[in-house]
């Protein structure tokens, strides 16, 4: 059996998924895994499609294990559990290509160097991305790496809608609307041309809803507009970031309030989105069990934020045909869908309230003018079938 490994290192988490290649080479999903709360105490569950656990492990608290130690971890119970010569490339989410990788592209040494030069643009993100490819480079110096960009999907939309309002010549140097999310929306798009090919040739906006929250104007299946821009921060509130935020407030910070560009950053980052607005949690989950205010008031913002980020991307797209929720809140949070799509009344949307509840794949009534659906993402799969694409003719 051969198979492609897919990598998508986070701060928090490192998700993997193990895509078997049939006899036309074509990738399906056999099992996968997910190191969870790593800086805190990491656990590691990997189990087969078919339900079976193929191991469970908890490190204990302040055990102080880096990405690197878990993934040496990995590999070695790899190299024990899966005959030697299996997997045959490994793909990863890379966060940033910038303005020169806008597709796929085999990791090399002066790949990564590159790829490192941008890990200030996306701090949660870049860095432990490129850990990812620099340990498996350490541990299995022969095997192909693949890394694929988020920005890659949105990197040709207009040209309006990646200018910001600043001086042409720092435009020139890349301070321009990146956008990001690149491999779930390119997902939707594809699963949407399979479920509705009709909707998906008109004007659909997708919401990824997770702990990173965006929107993307999708035409004809392509990115025209999306909420992020140059860095994750921009656009919808999230977990644990601000979102779209009046730069005067960072000016403010810095030289009336005595913070340092680091302490800055941390607030955006880490401290912001429903984490700040709830002084509680940055889980959706959690906000939605609570009883206290603070919890109600940043699950409103976040509902409020949303729905004025989908009116402002439906002027981008001059009209709108279908919205479509994906990731962690959008696939799972029927109440917040609810919130969300009542408060787009206005365009004719209208929600069909049972088949919200039930999570079901179509959630707009017959006589909606806009086509509401529910579409899980599967990054995994889109980084598995770029690293194929890019791979093939090097598979032995
Ligand atoms: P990530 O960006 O880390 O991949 P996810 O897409 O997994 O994030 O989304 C995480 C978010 O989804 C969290 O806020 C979590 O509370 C929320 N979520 C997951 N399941 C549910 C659920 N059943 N109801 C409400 N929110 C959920």
New binding site residues.
């Given amino acids: 059996m051969k198979a492609i490994v897919s990598l998508?290192s986070?701060s928090?988490?490192i998700?993997f998924g193990v895509f078997r290649l049939d006899e036309g080479n074509h990738p399906v999903h056999s099992a996968g895994g997910k190191f969870e709360k790593i800086s805190i105490a990491p656990s590691l569950r990997i189990a087969t499609d078919a339900g079976e656990v193929l191991l469970e492990k908890d490190w204990p608290e302040g055990a102080h294990l880096t990405h690197a130690d878990l993934l040496d971890f990995l590999f070695d119970w790899a190299t024990r559990h899966i005959e030697s010569g299996t997997i045959v490339a490994i793909g990863h989410r890379v966060v940033h290509g910038g303005t020169r990788f806008v597709a796929p592209q085999r990791v090399t040494p002066e790949l990564l160097d590159e790829l490192e030069a941008l890990s200030p643009l996306a701090p949660l993100h870049q860095p432990h991305n490129l850990v990812a490819i620099r340990t498996l480079a350490r541990l299995a110096p022969d095997l192909p790496q693949v890394a694929c960009f988020d920005t890659a999907f949105h990197h040709d939309k207009p040209e309006v809608a990646a200018r910001m309002a600043i001086p042409r010549s720092l435009h020139e140097a890349g301070i321009r609307r990146y956008g990001f999310h690149g491999l779930s929306y390119e997902y939707i798009a594809r699963t949407l041309a399979r479920l509705d090919p009709a909707l998906a040739h008109g004007k659909v906006i997708a919401a990824?809803?997770?702990?990173?929250?965006s929107l993307c104007a999708m035409a004809n299946g392509r990115s025209i507009d999306t909420t992020m821009g140059f860095t994750a921060l921009d656009g919808l509130m999230m977990?644990t970031r601000c979102g779209r935020l009046d730069p005067g407030v960072v000016l403010h910070l810095q030289t009336q309030m005595g913070y340092s560009a680091k302490a800055v950053e941390t607030m955006l980052y880490r401290q912001s989105g429903?984490l700040g607005v709830s002084g509680i949690s940055?889980?959706?989950?959690?906000?939605?069990a609570s009883r206290e205010p603070a919890a109600r008031e940043a699950v409103e913002l976040f509902a409020y934020r949303t729905a004025r980020e989908i009116g402002a991307l439906t002027a981008s797209l001059q009209g709108l045909d279908g919205l479509v929720f994906?990731?962690?809140?959008?696939?799972?949070?029927?109440?917040?869908r609810a919130d969300i799509c009542a408060r787009l009344g206005w365009l004719g949307l209208i929600l069909d309230e049972e088949a919200n509840a039930a999570h079901a794949p179509l959630i707009s009534a017959p006589e909606s003018r806009i086509a509401v659906r529910v579409i899980p993402?599967d990054e995994e799969r889109m980084i598995a079938l770029h690293t194929l694409r890019i791979l093939c003719g090097d598979l032995p």
Avoid: F, Q, W
């Avoid at 990824?208 to 929250?213: I, Q, R, T, V």
């Avoid at 994906?326 to 917040?336: F, P, Q, R």
């Fill in positions: 998508n986070g928090s988490s998700k990824h809803l997770g702990n990173g929250a977990g429903l940055s889980d959706m989950r959690a906000l939605a994906t990731a962690g809140i959008g696939e799972n949070d029927a109440a917040l993402t």
